[in-house]
């Protein structure tokens, strides 16, 4: 499993125009929000007005630089996609809050993810994508969020080994997230609405990479088990994501914010 850290951020342009991204294939990228000050002056730049106002309505620094590099870092990675300038990029919103690329006009789809320091960007062509990370840590405090689970996830919850109960609630937690997210329902989404399962994806493969999570059901769509796809990884020491994905997408590429190439590929199989 690869953990990708990058300890030298540049928020410019750091490879060829654009990025080339086929049909079916999902772009994951990482970075890491730095432990020392940086400067924010060029990512500030690149800012709307919009999001410069919300720069000054978070309480503690760190939020806020993790903020202003998550927006930054999302616009020159569009404009890569679609040929623009990252200051020109404009963002709308679905009814409920989903952000979608306004312009360019594009068929450039993508979702976004933090948790601690670690961010995370999904982008694709064409078809809609969600994806959560979480910071692994005591679940116990949560333990009212998991009462929204489905009675299979519950019993799965409970059947789990006490060392594992940890990674397991947050394995169902950022499936769920990943799923709502992908759909642009946000709160409206039940958590109880639709289930996830905990396979084995391979025999002899440990860790992450040896689970499948499956969407079971979803009350609301019937056809949505066969339709979606969900696609765990470890962006780094302690932290799950996941991404959900229709079917037509057939490869995952993670990448490292930053690096042009692949670090690697997931086939969707």
């Not at 948790?115 to 679940?139: M, N």
């Not at 302690?238 to 190439?261: F, H, M, P, Q």
């Amino acid at each position: 499993m690869h953990e990708f850290v990058n300890s030298d951020i540049t928020l410019g342009l750091p490879f060829e125009l654009p990025i080339e991204l086929p049909e079916g294939v999902v772009h994951l990228w990482y970075m890491t929000v730095p432990p020392t000050h940086i400067s924010l002056d060029h990512c500030l730049s690149i800012l709307d007005e919009e999001e410069r106002y919300r720069t000054h309505r978070f309480r503690f620094e760190r939020d806020r630089v993790r903020f202003v590099l998550g927006r930054a870092s999302l616009r020159c990675l569009l404009a890569q996609y679609t040929g623009s300038d990252p200051a020109l990029i404009r963002f709308k919103q679905n009814h409920y809050g989903k952000p979608f690329l306004q312009y360019p006009p594009s068929s450039v789809q993508f979702n976004v993810t933090h948790s601690g320091d670690c961010i995370v960007h999904a982008i694709t062509h064409g078809t809609e994508v969600g994806v959560d990370v979480e910071v692994i840590r005591d679940s116990v405090g949560l333990a009212s969020i998991s009462s929204y689970f489905t009675a299979g996830e519950q019993g799965w919850l409970h059947a789990a080994d006490p060392e594992e109960r940890n990674t397991v609630f947050f394995t169902f937690w950022i499936c769920k997230e990943a799923y709502i997210k992908a759909l642009g329902r946000g709160l409206s989404k039940s958590l109880d609405s639709f289930e996830i399962t905990l396979g084995k994806r391979k025999e002899g493969i440990e860790g992450i990479e040896g689970i499948e999570p499956k969407l079971f059901y979803d009350s609301e769509d019937g056809a949505a088990s066969a339709s979606w796809r969900l696609v765990l990884f470890e962006p780094g020491r302690d932290v799950l994501g996941c991404l959900a994905v229709n079917g037509a997408s057939k490869i995952v590429e993670l990448r490292e914010y930053g690096r042009g190439t692949a670090l690697r590929r997931i086939a969707l199989t």
